[in-house]
């Protein structure tokens, strides 16, 4: 994506292939920072801490993080151990464990002195086709919103819940991608972006993506989507995904569930954007299955921001010592998605939709 005129992905590696380069996206949207990670740690606590998050990121960086890991121990010990210390950063996006999955096999298969190069290969080639691939879900889910723009020739209104833009991919975006290809399609929209607490990645990085893109939006907290739809005001929801089951059932961002009810309650058609990495063809109930993560419950008590000199600034909002909770996912059962947006095409939420799209995962 463009940012002043520099093009950036979310991730990329250094031209003398020794280090990464990720913007810290706890900064944003008061800082654009770029950092390096340089080892295995690094990459790791970049994960772990939401330097870098979404679903497509954390999988690409962990294969980077696998390259930078075998420069400094490429025999079968190493990678092993690389790939178990990744794998605990984040328990819910399937991405992760996908993309540790594809590193190992390739490496598996070669000698310790050629896994530093082969790594940085297939690490780039993680990168280069997630892009490919968000540009799809974009000139896939097109249609869907041409077709509310040519029934009510005002700008079609999208919410979204969390950040599924750029910022969580290598680029474009799995649920912002529709919407930025619209917007570049000279298609007005207006995006609902919901502010997503505790991390709030609706109002940091959603309305700076959208902001740099030029695409319309307006702020809400999480609570306003269900009157807004009540009120006409959504056409469409479109979110993105950490882990999609064999028979389409959906996790994402804390929140999502609710939305989905509502937008059931409204008759406001309910998508899920995602890439083929994001579905678990190993699990089929989201809701007994995928391992839901627990943050620390600071995310929660405490909020930050800028003070009036620029200085970021953290402040209790709940009483010292309070009880605090903070599941960061929940699961939309398939029957509340109206359908699922990949880069090969659309289809139902339900198994014979996704094989349908993916015959090669048929048993
Ligand atoms: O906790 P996060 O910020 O990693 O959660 C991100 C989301 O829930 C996104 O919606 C999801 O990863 C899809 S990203 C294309």
């Known amino acids: 994506m463009n940012i002043n005129g520099i093009s950036y992905r979310a991730i990329w590696p250094e031209q003398d292939g020794s280090s990464v380069n990720i913007i810290d996206q706890t900064r944003l949207p008061h800082d654009f920072s770029v950092i390096q990670l340089t080892d295995l740690s690094s990459a790791a606590q970049a994960i772990s801490t939401m330097q870098v998050r979404g679903a497509p990121l954390i999988g690409a960086t962990a294969a980077f993080g696998v390259a ?62 997630d892009v490919e691939i968000n540009r799809s879900i974009g000139v896939n889910g097109l249609p869907i919103i041409r077709a509310l723009w040519e029934k009510k020739r005002n700008p079609v209104n999208i919410l979204t819940h969390c950040n599924a833009g750029w910022l969580a991919t290598v680029d474009w975006g799995t649920a912002l991608a529709p919407i930025y290809a619209a917007h570049d399609a000279g298609i007005p929209v207006h995006v609902w972006v919901d502010e997503t607490r505790p991390r709030n990645q609706g109002a940091s990085l959603t309305a700076w993506e959208l902001q740099q893109h030029g695409v319309q939006h307006t702020l809400i907290v999480d609570n306003v989507g269900g009157h807004l739809m009540q009120h006409g005001q959504v056409d469409m929801v479109i979110v993105g995904t950490d882990r999609t089951t064999a028979q389409g059932d959906v996790c994402n961002k804390i929140g999502t569930y609710l939305k989905a009810l509502a937008a059931n309650d409204n008759n406001v058609p309910f998508y899920v954007a995602l890439p083929a990495p994001t579905i678990d063809w190993r699990i089929q109930n989201g809701v007994t299955e995928i391992p839901i993560e627990q943050r620390d419950g600071a995310e929660v008590s405490h909020i930050s921001g800028l003070d009036a000199t620029g200085k970021v600034v953290v402040v209790n909002i709940a009483p010292v010592d309070c009880q605090v909770a903070n599941y960061a996912f929940d699961v939309t059962p398939a029957r509340l998605v109206t359908g699922l947006i990949t880069e090969r095409g659309v289809c139902a939420a339900s198994k014979d939709g996704l094989l349908g799209l993916y015959p090669e995962q048929m048993a």
Not at 96 to 119: F, G, H, P, T, Y
């Open 68 to 129: 930078l890991a075998m420069q400094e121990n490429a025999s079968d010990f190493g990678l092993k151990a690389a790939c178990d210390v990744l794998l605990a950063t984040r328990p819910t996006a399937v991405n992760l464990r996908w993309a540790l999955e594809r590193m190992q096999s390739v490496l598996s298969a070669a000698s310790d002195i050629d896994r530093v190069k082969i790594a940085w290969q297939e690490a780039k080639l993680i990168a280069d086709e």
